[in-house]
């Protein structure tokens, strides 16, 4: 990018959002996908690409810079900073496969928007106890949402949706 472009960019960005803002965005993201990357002990066989994680953290506070302007609100809620994150991080690709890794990879960005979504959804807890019919039903619903990330549209509002759509149901069933 010239900088030229970086410097538009940059005042777009400061229009919106203090440079402490798009900082903490930036290490929240990025410590997010360093767990990941630790977490599925991903050393050896994926790489997180820095520079088009930059230019996945440009495009997502560029598009929510413009939701905020068109509807002429002064913050962006954490549902559609995750919409647009994971959105982002489907279309971009940060984390790449290294050369000779296994297919089971293949899928390794989709993987990481679906913990984002269901580390937002308050639905990533490897410690809570389950019945095993609601388990499977669980199992099987994850599997769901992975498809869909996989196969499916995956714009931020669709994934906006989802994540309202999962607290609504959390909602519901804790008034029953």
């Given at each position: ?10 005042e777009?960005l ?6 402490a ?12 996908a ?13 790489y ?14 560029v598009?929510?810079?413009r ?5 002429d ?10 919409a ?7 279309k ?12 089971d ?19 990533y ?17 994850v ?21 309202i ?12």
């Amino acid at each position: 990018m010239d900088k030229e472009r970086v410097k538009e960019l940059k005042e777009e960005l400061n229009e919106s959002f203090t440079d402490a803002y798009i900082r903490n965005a930036g290490t929240l993201i990025h410590k997010l996908a360093e767990q990941f990357y630790k977490e599925n002990n991903l050393r050896g066989k994926i790489y997180f690409n820095d520079d088009i994680f930059n230019h996945c953290l440009i495009d997502i506070l560029v598009d929510l810079a413009r939701l905020k302007h068109f509807h002429d609100i002064s913050r962006v809620n954490y549902v559609k900073f995750i919409a647009y994150t994971a959105s982002w991080c489907l279309k971009r690709k940060p984390f790449q496969i290294v050369e000779g890794c296994e297919e089971d990879y293949i899928y390794i960005n989709e993987r990481f928007a679906l913990t984002l979504l269901l580390h937002a959804g308050n639905c990533y807890d490897e410690n809570a106890n389950y019945y095993e019919e609601d388990q499977k039903d669980l199992v099987k619903g994850v599997g769901q949402i992975y498809y869909h990330l996989k196969y499916r549209n995956t714009n931020p509002q669709t994934l906006e949706l989802f994540l309202i759509g999962l607290e609504n149901g959390r909602k519901i069933c804790t008034a029953n």
